[in-house]
């Protein structure tokens, strides 16, 4: 069984910047594909970013291209999302999530799930 677990969450200012980490166990995690979604009050969830399991294939939701970089440090056993020139809409729940694939795309249904991170941008 995967294990994913967010962490970088937290409160910044409209145009700052954070980034999340989520840190993976279980089998062969480093082969598989990993992304973001996220949920904001009111809304579904909505695909952020996939990596593909070396890191050479990216993804991102139209709303977070240009703006949000996902990477991976396999060595690590850790994804990240470095989230600049953030929003107050990018105000959500961010989940960290695994695919069994060694590629994912906005289409591709996540396989795990974590618990989530809150990230807050205030206007």
């Known amino acids: 069984q995967v294990q994913l677990v967010e962490s970088g969450g937290g409160l910044v200012q409209t145009g700052g910047s954070l980034r999340l980490s989520c840190a993976a166990s279980?089998?062969?995690?480093?082969?598989?594909?990993m992304g973001w979604f996220r949920q904001a009050p009111g809304k579904e969830r909505e695909f952020v970013a996939a990596?593909?399991?070396?890191?050479?294939?990216?993804f991102y939701g139209d709303s977070v291209k240009g703006r949000f970089t996902i990477s991976r440090d396999n060595a690590k056993n850790t994804v990240y999302l470095q989230m600049n020139s953030l929003k107050p809409e990018d105000t959500a729940v961010y989940y960290c999530v695994g695919y069994r694939g060694s590629s994912a795309s906005k289409n591709s249904p996540p396989n795990y799930w974590g618990q989530g991170t809150q990230v807050t941008v205030s206007s």
């Open positions: 990596i593909s399991s070396g890191g050479g294939v990216k």
């Open positions: 279980g089998r062969t995690v480093s082969n598989s594909a």
